[in-house]
């Protein structure tokens, strides 16, 4: 089973409001990652956890805010959110093998495609 | 630094082969193909690693040109299936492990 999880599929959310995105899967993987995808342009990463540690975080706005719970949880809170920053966001964990994550691969959820107003 | 794939687009009928090719100028650690059809995730192809490999999925198959910084994605005998986009995915020597860095996508369209 190499299923990743993500909720909701659809937001539509304003620029003042909070929310959160979710995803999951229990396949024992210990890296979880947050990409955006732009129409019609590849997955961008934003955020790699490896073993619930923040390890890379590229260089995103602070208005995303990720979360690691547990080994099999990986959240991703927005509050203040532009319309730009509407797009497809994608969820993946891969195996994690120490610092082999190089050579791991990583399986992608359907993604949560969010409006922002 | 974003790797460049080649063609941006292929059209084919059922039945005829294709190559999508992924360039770098990093040295890489490893290369990994997905497959997008619209409004979907991107799915697993296959991963290769630093070492020249060659591997193979049903009917595609990929190579990996250590030398050159480059790898191919082969596609014969296509199906209707195989229509979507293509990414590769490169990691690079050096960097923070686990970023996949990914081309801009090759559009394949079968038609039957």
């Known amino acids: 089973d190499t299923e990743v999880t993500q909720t909701p599929k659809h937001l539509v959310m304003g620029m003042t409001n909070k929310k959160s995105l979710k995803c999951e899967q229990h396949m024992g993987h210990r890296a979880m990652y947050w990409y955006k995808q732009k129409a019609k342009k590849p997955p961008e990463l934003m955020f790699v956890?490896?073993?619930?540690?923040?390890?890379i975080n590229e260089s995103v706005p602070s208005r995303f805010s990720p979360e690691c719970p547990n080994s099999s949880l990986l959240n991703l809170h927005l509050h203040a959110l532009q319309p730009e920053d509407s797009a497809l966001y994608l969820c993946?964990?891969?195996?994690?093998?120490?610092?082999?994550?190089?050579?791991?691969?990583?399986?992608f959820g359907p993604g949560t495609r969010l409006t922002v107003l | 630094q974003q790797p460049v794939q080649s063609p941006q687009a292929v059209i084919l009928r059922e039945g005829e082969d294709a190559v999508i090719n992924c360039s770098s100028s990093k040295a890489l650690y490893s290369v990994h193909w997905y497959r997008q059809k619209h409004g979907e995730a991107p799915v697993f192809l296959m991963i290769?690693?630093?070492?020249?490999e060659q591997k193979g999925h049903e009917k595609i198959s990929a190579s990996f040109n250590e030398k050159k910084q480059q790898s191919s994605l082969y596609l014969t005998a296509s199906q209707l299936s195989y229509s979507g986009t293509y990414f590769c995915g490169t990691v690079a020597g050096g960097t923070s492990y686990g970023k996949l860095t990914f081309g801009q996508g090759t559009i394949l369209t079968v038609h039957p």
């Open positions: 290769l690693l630093k070492g020249g």
């Open positions: 956890y490896s073993y619930e540690k923040l390890s």
């Open positions: 993946a964990s891969s195996t994690s093998r120490g610092l082999e994550l190089s050579a791991d691969t990583q399986y």
